[in-house]
């Protein structure tokens, strides 16, 4: 939907997507895809202003919207084809699930705090977005009826790497999850076949804490 809302900031929103591509992102379906959603449309209003600034901004109860770089080096280590089936655990803001919109086929998105599931299904419809399957819920459970997913995206950190996510991905799918308490480690499993896993550590990184059953106690 293309109305003059969703067209604001243009020229910050270029200039961040050359920022992206100087700090290294080279997948163009990933830069298009920033280029598609409208960042400030998945922040409140007060910090609309800073919505293309690479920072990460405060959404409400105590949450974040990522760090575009934090987004777009993640979807772009993917390798996305546009073809996956996708779950993505703490929706937030639902800026990561809009761009999964425009990268993969199928976009399931579970967030444990309903007011912000409320704001991000909002933000969809204001850029026209419907294409994202939405529960409020503990998603350290992953989504049963749904899997296998040929990517899982955790958005928060949690203490260890949560057992059904691991059961729920494809063989052959990511799940990309930062893991600790103080310091935090981003840590991308792969599942190689129906009964193995390997595990590499990425990047340090710092984010909210993963709370459910198979995460930090709430
Ligand atoms: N990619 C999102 C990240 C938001 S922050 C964005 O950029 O907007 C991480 C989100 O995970 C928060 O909204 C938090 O409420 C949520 N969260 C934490 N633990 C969760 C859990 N067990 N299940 C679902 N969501 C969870």
């Keep these: 939907m293309e109305t003059a809302v969703v067209r604001r900031f243009g020229g910050a929103r270029r200039r961040l997507i050359e920022a992206l591509a100087e700090r ?97 299904r909002d933000a969809f419809r204001a850029c026209g977005i419907d294409r994202v399957v939405q529960r409020v819920g503990d998603g350290t459970l992953g989504w049963p009826e749904f899997e296998p997913f040929d990517a899982i995206l955790v958005g928060a950190a949690g203490p260890s790497i949560p057992e059904p996510l691991r059961a729920q991905l494809a063989v052959g799918g990511q799940l990309l999850i930062p893991v600790g308490e103080t310091a935090q480690q981003l840590v991308r499993l792969r599942r190689t076949s129906v009964d193995a896993w390997e595990e590499t550590c990425l990047d340090p990184v710092r984010f909210v804490p993963l709370i459910g059953r198979h995460g930090f106690p709430g």
């Design 24 to 120: 290294g992102i080279t997948d163009v379906r990933v830069l298009k895809a920033f280029d598609d959603v409208p960042r400030h449309l998945f922040v409140p209003t007060g910090v609309q202003h800073r919505a293309y600034e690479d920072t990460a901004l405060p959404i409400g109860y105590g949450q974040t919207i990522s760090q575009p770089w934090a987004h777009a080096s993640a979807l772009a280590a993917l390798h996305l084809t546009g073809r996956e089936r996708v779950l993505e655990v703490g929706t937030g803001s639902g800026f990561q699930s809009a761009l999964l919109t425009r990268l993969v086929d199928q976009v399931f998105s579970i967030e444990r705090v309903p007011e912000l599931a409320t704001a991000a």
